[in-house]
């Protein structure tokens, strides 16, 4: 082995020679290996090689402590170890970027990568847009989201410009497209995520390609406003940005005579990154209170908080030791789909209130009759990852009992309590030990419905392109789920899809495990992992559903929740409510036997809109009344009103949809009818104002207000009469309906309406060519009946006097 000469060794001090990862966390000293190259005399050194040894861990900015064990972290440079080997002077023109250029020109066709380094020159793009799109790729297939990342999106939204600027391609997604093929062609032997997410790569790709243009589209008009008033903003891409970005200028544009940059609203009201502000206050020259930033943050966050966990600082449990829950993992399966927590006996540590004070005394007037206790143990499982809590009894020595209905963990300390609520809670204080059970039937409704959660997480996963957990709620035999969908649909037939897949890998009986492993052991295997989650380093649960038959993981999640140990044990999985909106959805379902209940109830509604469409068949054109109809209505709203309160009364989504086919059409049939019947009606007034040269009158169809729709469709009747002058008149609903027709061909002036306009007070309309007014139609307020009667009269009568008289 050569030596190295210690002519060749330099040593730098802490400044240059110590690593950190940041502000906190895993550092050390290390050593850089410089190699002279190309090869002269030592005028072309460039690091090669970085060796950190870590063995500290730095707490804060003063304060370092050393690690347990030591580890080395070798930092060698990939890129410039393939140049030095390939004898190359740029990494650019190694074989690692080569293909990407290829690819690059294939589509853009007009210029090849050259290797020049002049930043006008188009290869200073090529390497741009080489490194960007190498970069989107990986991290977008390694579960990474823009709308979870900033600095990604901005990226990409960069990549979007450049294409279409500098390279002119239209539109500025499709090269990323082809380089993320390349990616894939070139990296996907070693990773091989690459190639299993292609698909879903490209689609993220186009995706935030459209949320980009219609940014793009909606603030342009908004950013010439603002930088004619700004000019110094200039310097800002408002496409690179966030989405309130511009409106944020808009708003500071509103309020020009700020002495400072309201920090706190750029970030709450409009989301911008703290970066961002400062950037923004430095270019319109205003200043910024980060202290006062740092307060509001700090009392939003406060808010966000429960009761119990606002007041955990005030708690005096400096000696008292963490609760030990582990017991809550500790349950027995039996062969009948039942399950058992075991019976802990615990010590009693304390006895705490609402306001965080611990109790010495019996004095319920002071604490009040809802009390915590703190044990050394316990099997109860506190509200975490979307789950809620467990509900059981603690028990003293002479078998006094207390129900608990509420459990909270704090996280500052580990410290469980669980809540009781009783006038009796004073005799506690002479107690030491209380043993504890869980409601176990509770629980493993809490577990049916966890481990659903995450087979339907997997199922959805696997019918679209791409999503994302955007939250979840485990209650007893009940969830909710609701996911990101990136522009796809997912419509009712979807979730009754996925909701068959779901209870077929139910039935498949696979089995239930719960492991437990670092987080750096998290990296090596293929997990889902809820992005935004932070998870501890030491102590990471994963949760595996695996299909022994098959030998494959319909599941594999890091979840800290409570589980049943076989799939068969979830029963039945039955959606009852979807909810679809622009950019998420969110469903409901149910598990064990309150799918059996749901399916019950959905069957009895149902019957009963079968007997909506037996009323509908029951009526025709000959036997149709406002009775039948509403008869009709209060049937399809009571129906309605059913499906509303799915809440209290659960229907099964399949039905739900029964019912709303049914529902509407039954709506469409009986607007046929009531169509039909009220032009038979309109037919059988107009006949009996026919005469030889005009059809004037008042029309007498008050049967025809069946739906109370205000409305006369006198248009498909105006014929029966023939090709005639024509003024309908009615009254309803407080006002006039007004009809004439003026035909084409017609002989006569408009003379015969004078009176008309003159009663209603209208100018008159001079048609001049009468194609272009055919007929009108127009309704006159009027509140009083019989003067409506009367103004209707006096115009028929002018309007017939004035035909009678030009015989």
């Not at 944020?248 to 002495?259: D, E, P, T, V």
């Not at 007929?775 to 006097?801: G, L, M, S």
């Amino acid at each position: 082995m050569a030596r190295v000469s210690d002519n060749n060794i330099i040593m730098c001090g802490a400044s240059d020679n110590f690593w950190e990862m940041g502000e906190i966390g895993p550092c050390g000293p290390c050593t850089e290996i410089h190699i002279d190259y190309p090869p002269s005399d030592g005028k072309n050194l460039i690091e090669l090689w970085n060796i950190v040894f870590i063995q500290y861990s730095r707490e804060n900015k003063t304060s370092i402590h050393k690690l347990p064990n030591y580890f080395i972290d070798t930092g060698m440079g990939l890129e410039r170890l393939t140049m030095v080997l390939q004898n190359k002077t740029s990494t650019y023109d190694t074989d690692l970027f080569s293909p990407i250029f290829n690819r690059i020109f294939n589509v853009y066709g007009k210029s090849k990568y050259t290797g020049l380094f002049d930043e006008s020159s188009l290869d200073t793009y090529y390497r741009i847009m080489a490194d960007h799109g190498r970069m989107i790729t990986v991290a977008l297939s390694d579960n990474m989201l823009p709308s979870h990342n900033h600095k990604l999106r901005r990226i990409m939204r960069k990549s979007f410009l450049l294409t279409e600027t500098h390279f002119k391609i239209q539109p500025g997604y499709t090269l990323l497209y082809d380089i993320a093929d390349e990616i894939v062609n070139s990296l996907g032997d070693t990773y091989p995520e690459l190639v299993e997410n292609n698909k879903k790569v490209k689609y993220l790709i186009k995706h935030e390609y459209t949320i980009f243009n219609k940014l793009r589209m909606s603030v342009s008009k908004d950013w010439k406003i603002i930088i004619e008033k700004y000019p110094v903003l200039r310097k800002f891409n408002p496409y690179e940005e966030c989405t309130g970005f511009v409106p944020a200028c808009s708003y500071l544009i509103k309020h020009k005579y700020l002495n400072h940059i309201p920090a706190f609203t750029m970030y709450d009201a409009f989301g911008l990154d703290k970066k961002t502000i400062g950037k923004l206050a430095e270019t319109i020259g205003l200043s910024v209170n980060w202290n006062e930033f740092e307060m509001q943050l700090r009392n939003l966050q406060t808010k966000s908080i429960k009761c119990i966990q606002k007041v955990s600082n005030n708690y005096s449990m400096q000696n008292i030791p963490k609760t030990d829950d582990s017991y809550k993992y500790k349950i027995t399966r039996h062969s009948n789909q039942t399950y058992v927590s075991p019976v802990v006996t615990a010590k009693l540590l304390a006895i705490i209130d609402m306001n965080g004070n611990i109790v010495t005394e019996p004095d319920i007037t002071k604490h009040g009759v809802i009390v915590s206790l703190v044990l050394d143990k316990t099997c109860f499982y506190s509200k975490a990852g979307g789950q809620q809590h467990d509900i059981g009894t603690v028990k003293t020595n002479n078998g006094k009992i207390f129900n608990v209905n509420d459990v909270e963990k704090i996280q500052e300390n580990g410290i469980v309590l669980h809540f009781i609520n009783s006038i009796d809670w004073p005799i506690l204080l002479n107690e030491k030990e209380l043993t504890i059970e869980i409601n176990s039937n509770h629980r493993l409704g809490l577990m049916r419905a966890h481990s659903s959660v995450h087979i339907l997480h997997a199922v959805i996963n696997s019918h679209l392109v791409v999503t994302t957990q955007l939250s979840s709620c485990v209650k007893n035999n009940f969830l909710s789920f609701s996911f990101a969908l990136f522009g796809q649909t997912f419509s009712p037939e979807d979730a009754l899809l996925v909701e068959e897949k779901v209870n077929n890998l139910i039935q498949s009986g696979a089995s239930v495990k719960r492991t437990t492993m670092t987080s750096n052991d998290l990296n090596q295997i293929k997990v889902t992992l809820l992005p935004g989650e932070v998870y501890p380093d030491d102590q990471v649960h994963v949760i595996d559903i695996y299909n022994d038959i098959d030998d494959l993981y319909i599941s594999r999640e890091a979840c800290c929740g409570t589980h049943i140990q076989n799939t068969l044990d979830v029963i039945d999985f039955c959606i009852v409510q979807y909810k679809c909106l622009a950019h998420e959805c969110t469903l409901i379902a149910l598990t064990g036997p309150l799918c059996k209940d749901a399916r019950i109830n959905g069957e009895k509604v149902l019957n009963k809109s079968n007997n909506l469409e037996g009323i509908l068949n029951s009526i025709t054109l000959n036997n149709i009344t406002p009775t039948k109809v509403n008869i009709l209505l209060d049937h399809m709203n009571q129906l309605k009103l059913e499906l509303k309160n799915i809440s209290k009364n659960y229907i099964p989504l399949n039905i739900q949809i029964q019912i709303k086919k049914k529902i509407l059409a039954t709506e469409r049939n009986i607007q046929r009818l009531v169509k039909e019947k009220k032009k038979k009606i309109l037919e059988d007034a107009v006949k009996k104002l026919c005469e030889d040269s005009y059809a004037i009158g008042y029309v007498d169809c008050d049967m025809a207000y069946f739906l109370d729709d205000d409305y006369f469709d006198f248009e498909h009747v105006k014929n029966i009469c023939g090709e005639v002058p024509c003024l309908f008149l009615t009254y309803n609903n407080k006002k006039i309906h007004v009809y004439f027709h003026i035909p084409k061909e017609a002989p006569v002036d408009e003379k015969w309406l004078d009176d008309f306009w003159y009663k209603f007070n209208i100018k008159s309309i001079k048609f001049k060519n009468k194609s272009a007014y055919k007929f009108i139609e127009f309704k006159v307020k009027q509140e009083n009946k019989y003067k409506a009667r009367e103004i209707i009269n006096d115009v028929i009568q002018y309007a017939k006097n004035y035909f009678n008289i030009m015989k």
